[in-house]
């Protein structure tokens, strides 16, 4: 009979914890596409670069805890819908920062 109740307070927490895990995960990769759109909207080269920073700080943060998840096939293909959006988001700050650079600043003649 305990053994029992410790299986089920076992699976309990382990289905909770899977589930923090996916929505930490999902917010992170939201906050990384947040930092992309704010980077990309700016024509400051200095914010676009920190909120670029930022975004790959997020990026890096839920990957790391993406690497031992153990989700469901829907959960994954949340997932992995949202990184592709920010892996696509990357590569257009990536040209764009590049873009930035070659760019004169405001004033400077």
């Known amino acids: 009979m305990r053994a029992e109740y410790l299986t ?3 699976e309990k927490l382990a289905n909770n914890h899977k589930e923090a895990k996916f929505r930490f995960i999902l917010t992170e990769l939201d906050l990384a596409i947040t ?7 700016s024509n400051d080269k200095t ?3 920190r909120n670029t920073k930022n975004a790959r700080q997020a990026y890096k943060a839920a990957s790391y805890f993406l690497e031992s998840a153990d989700f469901s096939e829907k959960m994954k293909a949340s997932v992995q819908e949202k990184v592709s959006t920010l892996k ?3 590569r257009q700050l990536g040209r764009r ?3 930035l650079a070659a760019a004169k600043p405001a ?3």
């Open 8 to 10: 089920k307070a076992h």
């Open 35 to 41: 930092f992309c759109g704010v980077a990309l909207s």
């Open 47 to 49: 914010r676009a670069k």
């Open 88 to 90: 696509t988001l990357l």
């Open 97 to 99: 920062t590049n873009g």
């Open 107 to 109: 004033g400077d003649f």
